[in-house]
T-cell receptor, first 114, second 106 residues
Framework: NAGVTQTPKFQVLKTGQSMTLQCAQDMNHNSMYWYRQDPGMGLRLIYYSASEGTTDKGEVPNGYNVSRLNKREFSLRLESAAPSQTSVYFC?????????????FGNGTRLTVT | KNEVEQSPQNLTAQEGEFITINCSYSVGISALHWLQQHPGGGIVSLFMLSSGKKKHGRLIATINIQEKHSSLHITASHPRDSAVYICAATGNQFYFGTGTSLTVIP
């Protein structure tokens, strides 16, 4: 029962470097999400994918790109990292579209951009 | 503007105490979710409810749609309940509260 698997767990980048956060779920869920969590703020949606082949911007998409590679995998790419992107990133999935079924979260990626 | 407000922000309790965490929301919703974030960072879904009350073990979640308010109760609290509890209201998207940090002291 892997659920949602997210890699890496920790990453340190220098300003301007790029990286991809990987996420995979084995629950046959249609919807997948990327959130960031910052101190004193609620989880904020970066991008989501309601189904395979579709992606949509969330609340804070600037500086990020996503790929829904197949039904299982949803990756988040930082093309040119900035210190403002220092955060904890969570991938999540749900059986149905936003809000109508429970979210299942990965364990998070703690990213520091120096 | 925060669509979801939680109170209190921080809560310390003695083991065995009855705990209540409150969540108020300002948007129309189809469901209200309660999440638990462990000290190690992982987030798990506790409840999803759209009316009435749900119970799982020592945890009880209630919602009053007319008052746009939900509560999470923990009976006979235990140190392992120490975590951040997050409320999320969902309409066409998730609106997350900032969480209530609970510490239960033995």
């Amino acid at each position: 029962n892997a659920g949602v698997t997210q890699t890496p767990k920790f990453q340190v980048l220098k300003t301007g470097q790029s990286m991809t956060l990987q996420c995979a779920q084995d629950m046959n869920h249609n919807s997948m999400y990327w959130y960031r969590q910052d101190p004193g703020m609620g989880l904020r949606l970066i991008y989501y994918s309601a189904s395979e082949g579709t992606t949509d911007k969330g609340e804070v998409p600037n500086g990020y790109n996503v790929s829904r590679l197949n039904k299982r995998e949803f990756s988040l790419r930082l093309e040119s990292a900035a210190p403002s992107q220092t955060s904890v990133y969570f991938c999540a999935s749900s059986e149905a579209a936003q809000g109508s079924s429970p979210l299942h979260f990965g364990n998070g990626t703690r990213l520091t951009v120096t | 503007k925060n669509e979801v407000e939680q109170s209190p922000q921080n809560l310390t309790a003695q083991e065995g105490e009855f705990i209540t965490i409150n969540c108020s929301y300002s948007v129309g919703i189809s469901a209200l979710h309660w999440l638990q974030q462990h000290p190690g960072g992982g987030i798990v879904s506790l409840f999803m409810l759209s009316s009435g009350k749900k119970k799982h073990g020592r945890l009880i979640a209630t919602i009053n749609i007319q008052e746009k308010h939900s509560s999470l109760h923990i009976t006979a609290s235990h140190p392992r309940d120490s975590a951040v509890y997050i409320c999320a209201a969902t309409g066409n998207q998730f609106y997350f509260g900032t969480g209530t940090s609970l510490t239960v002291i033995p």
